[in-house]
């Protein structure tokens, strides 16, 4: 029980040192630790909680939670097999000693689940605080202005506090889904995603990778619509765009603490799964199209500039695109589990009900 907690406590010094040292999060910069402070302000509890109180959880989850075959996918039980392996190739195995255990798939889902959350949880972190944060900022300022009475609501205003709601729930879901994985709430990974190129275009969704397709490829900034000259076209567009993203939302709760990119935690039906098998992909490309290239075509034709169109055609298209890889290497994972493949059955359109 105790070699546990050792493990689990020199597994999270690692990524906990890595963290502080690795350039991309910026702990020694000054000009870049700001974007993961967020991460930062959490890290250090996160550590010492698990080391005051890790040991009296993997006492109660043993004695009542016992479950031999999700103990195999724990990082921990991996970490004592890759010793035993290094003890063997050194030489410093006792006489009459069994040969190590050979590695296999539950040792491939522990580490890459692990490496799944250590990517995935400091991001997580910092997009719920920089959304909650807009959230309370936009209805500060939403009250102040109903108090007030000064004046109605603009277009921009209404359609920013209507997004700080939706994606301060969406993240806030989404940060417990990666952090709260137990078997006590049942949301333990069965699988993670096998593939290099299912990896390599989920990874290029996120910072620091979605920088490379940003390099080559342009779009229209998510708010550039507001700038059309018709006020009709922009109420429609910011309804259309609040719409998708509340659908993409709701993907999300449906998820509940079983969300998590790149992992199978079991197989959601219900809500907006029911209907498409990928809810989430569509009405997110459905809002980026809604309010980007109707603002493409406009710029174009007032720059007189049809260069412009074609590079922000070719920008949404590639953006499309990669969701739908994204899409495909799932259900390629998915589709080893028998319930998945029913889910296809009953489920057979991927975006469109009745066209994709």
Same mark, same amino acid.
């Given at each position: ?11 999270? $010094? ?30 250090? @509890? ?7 109180? +890790? ?36 030489? &410093? ?12 798939? &539950? ?6 689940? /692990? ?6 949880? @400091? ?17 500060? &300022? ?11 609501? =603009?277009?921009?205003? $209404?359609?920013? !506090?209507?997004? $700080? ?6 993240? +806030? /879901? ?16 069965? *699988? ?12 290029? !969704? ?11 490829? *342009? ?20 309804? !259309? *765009? ?43 490309? &459905?809002?980026?199209? !809604? ?26 298209? *590639? ?9 495909? =290497?799932?259900?390629?994972?998915? $589709?080893?589990? @028998? ?13 469109? @009900?009745?066209?994709?």
């Amino acid at each position: 029980m105790r070699k546990d907690l050792v493990a689990d406590l020199i597994i999270i $010094s690692l990524f906990w040192a890595a963290y502080k040292s690795a350039g991309e999060y910026g702990f020694k910069r000054t000009s870049g630790a700001g974007y993961y402070q967020p991460w930062f302000t959490m890290l250090d @509890p996160i550590f010492w909680t698990y080391a005051v109180g +890790g040991l009296p959880y993997i006492l109660l989850t043993r004695a009542l939670q016992h479950d031999p075959k999700a103990d195999r996918k724990l990082p921990a039980f991996t970490l004592f097999k890759a010793l035993k392996h290094i003890e063997a190739r050194l030489g &410093f195995s006792k006489k009459g000693d069994a040969a190590p255990e050979p590695f296999n798939e &539950f040792d491939r889902t522990a580490v890459l689940g /692990l490496f799944v959350k250590a990517f995935f949880v @400091p991001l997580m972190t910092v997009f719920f605080a920089d959304q909650f944060t807009n959230l309370v900022k936009n209805y500060s &300022f939403a009250i102040g202005l109903l108090t007030s009475g000064a004046r109605k609501f =603009t277009v921009r205003e $209404s359609y920013d !506090c209507a997004l $700080s709601v939706i994606f301060a729930v969406d993240v +806030g /879901l989404a940060w417990a889904g990666y952090v709260l994985s137990s078997r006590w709430i049942k949301n333990g990974m069965v *699988s993670v995603e096998p593939t290099v190129l299912g990896w390599l275009v989920a990874l290029l !969704c996120y910072p620091p990778f979605n920088r490379v397709p940003g390099g080559y490829f *342009s779009n229209p900034g998510e708010h550039a619509f507001l700038a059309l000259t018709s006020k009709p076209a922009v109420i429609l567009l910011a309804s !259309c *765009s609040i719409a998708s993203f509340a659908v993409y939302t709701a993907s999300t709760v449906v998820f509940g603490l079983h969300f998590s990119n790149l992992t199978h935690r079991g197989i959601i039906t219900t809500g907006p799964y029911s209907v498409v098998r990928h809810p989430a992909y569509a009405s997110k490309n &459905f809002s980026w199209w !809604c309010v980007m290239f109707p603002f493409a075509i406009y710029d174009a034709i007032t720059k007189q500039n049809v260069g412009t169109l074609i590079t922000h055609f070719v920008g949404l298209l *590639s953006l499309s695109g990669l969701y739908y890889l994204r899409a495909i =290497t799932e259900e390629r994972h998915l $589709s080893k589990d @028998p319930e998945y493949q029913d889910y296809m059955k009953r489920v057979p359109y991927r975006f469109i @009900p009745g066209v994709l």
